[in-house]
């Protein structure tokens, strides 16, 4: 009686870890593809953020290389990103009574081109933006800034790896 419990224990295990083996828990399907290239976003914005460019890339390029087992090549990626940042801009949003702002908006727009050199239909050129809310006595320096980059680099590149292998 002992041999069959352990024997159905070792199936059970096994169909267990066989069938979550096939699963991401990031949601994302990378096929075939080996090998990711992320080209750097120049930053093409009337408005320039020295410090966005690199931010962006890097942490494009960090987030595949965490929830994917691609690895990270500077030429000839199976899947391959590029593209440019065209908009960064500040505009109020919400007025007072003496007709002032009393919140300010800072949104980013980054066009991206995708290319999956093994499934080509997946391929795409679109555009991801997305904004942070701040109050408008504030300066959009320092910490405010961070935390607003933050915001919106991280939404962005979660909407990007989306498209490109979670397919939402």
């Known amino acids: 009686m002992k041999k069959i419990i352990n024997i159905s224990t070792f199936i059970i295990t096994s169909l267990i870890i066989v069938a979550c083996g096939a699963y991401s828990f990031t949601g994302g399907n990378t096929g075939n593809a080996k090998t990711i290239q992320v080209d750097f976003f120049l930053n093409q914005a009337p408005l ?30 199976d899947l391959h990103f590029s593209g440019e940042i065209t908009d960064f801009r500040v505009t109020p949003m919400s007025g007072t009574s003496d007709q002032t702002a009393a919140q300010n908006r800072l949104t980013i727009s980054v ?11 997946d391929n795409f050129e679109k555009t991801f933006s997305f904004y942070s809310d701040y109050d408008a006595s504030a300066q959009l320096t320092g910490s405010i800034l961070e935390n607003a980059l933050d915001e919106i680099i991280e939404r962005m590149i979660q909407d990007i ?8």
């Open 111 to 121: 066009n991206v081109r995708f290319v999956n050199k093994l499934v080509e239909k």
């Open 48 to 77: 320039v953020e020295p410090a966005l460019t690199q931010r962006f890339t890097n942490d494009l390029q960090d987030l595949f290389t965490r929830q994917t087992n691609l690895t990270l090549t500077n030429s000839n990626g």
């Open 161 to 168: 790896f989306n498209a490109s292998v979670a397919k939402w």
